[in-house]
T-cell receptor, first 114, second 109 residues
Framework: SQQGEEDPQALSIQEGENATMNCSYK?????LQWYRQNSGRGLVHLIL?????REKHSGRLRVTLDTSKKSSSLLITASRAADTASYFC??????????????FGRGTQLTVWP | NAGVTQTPKFQVLKTGQSMTLQCAQD?????MYWYRQDPGMGLRLIYY???????DKGEVPNGYNVSRLNKREFSLRLESAAPSQTSVYFC????????FGQGTRLTVV
């Protein structure tokens, strides 16, 4: 399959704690993107990391990429109740018949308790 | 600048009825996508269009047809709706990142 697989499926933490979500994939990629989905809404792009990058930061978000292990992680520091959402990774395939398609996994449901 | 607009937002169909979900983007993107999202299943790709005039099947194309009318619009048609097509449908367009519409909640009874 071409999509990423997020782990864990569900994560529950207190405000102020850090949240770490992982993504594994199976193909060679150009980049990997993380998206957020608030309940019942469309996905919103958070951050993109290219295949030649190992780490990227954006505000309270930190993304790492290990192409040798075909895995990525998303760290949200100092979580807030407003971070409660589902988080999805989307590996962008580098070549082949599925080039151009954008696949998503089942996501990680993050709940941040006040 | 509205981004990606989907209509309708809600729809109830009877089994066997047909309908077309509309999607339009105003960002001049070439690539557009249709997904369905079911509880516990994440987003599954139904159809994909790399550019005006081209469409390709995704993971779950059976029971659906699409039409890329022009660069802005990408419609999804259910010719004979079935209860298994009850879902939330999302349209997206792509240019280095994906932009999603707000979804269409479809119930087939």
């Amino acid at each position: 399959s071409q999509q990423g697989e997020e782990d864990p499926q569900a994560l529950s933490i207190q405000e102020g704690e850090n949240a770490t979500m992982n993504c594994s994939y199976k193909t060679s990629i150009n980049n990997l993107q993380w998206y957020r989905q608030n309940s019942g809404r469309g996905l919103v792009h958070l951050i993109l990391i290219r295949s030649n990058e190992r780490e990227k930061h954006s505000g309270r978000l930190r993304v790492t990429l290990d192409t040798s292990k075909k895995s990525s992680s998303l760290l949200i520091t100092a979580s807030r109740a407003a971070d409660t959402a589902s988080y999805f990774c989307a590996p962008r395939v580098q070549r082949g018949s599925t080039l151009g398609r954008l696949y998503f996994g089942r996501g990680t449901q993050l709940t941040v308790w006040p | 600048n509205a981004g990606v607009t989907q209509t309708p937002k809600f729809q109830v169909l009877k089994t066997g009825q047909s309908m077309t979900l509309q999607c339009a983007q105003d960002m001049n993107h070439n690539s557009m996508y249709w997904y369905r999202q079911d509880p516990g299943m994440g987003l599954r790709l139904i159809y994909y269009s790399a550019s005006e005039g081209t469409t390709d099947k995704g993971e779950v194309p059976n029971g659906y047809n699409v039409s890329r009318l022009n660069k802005r619009e990408f419609s999804l048609r259910l010719e004979s709706a079935a209860p298994s097509q009850t879902s939330v449908y999302f349209c997206a367009s792509w240019d280095s990142e994906a932009f999603f519409g707000q979804g269409t909640r479809l119930t087939v009874v």
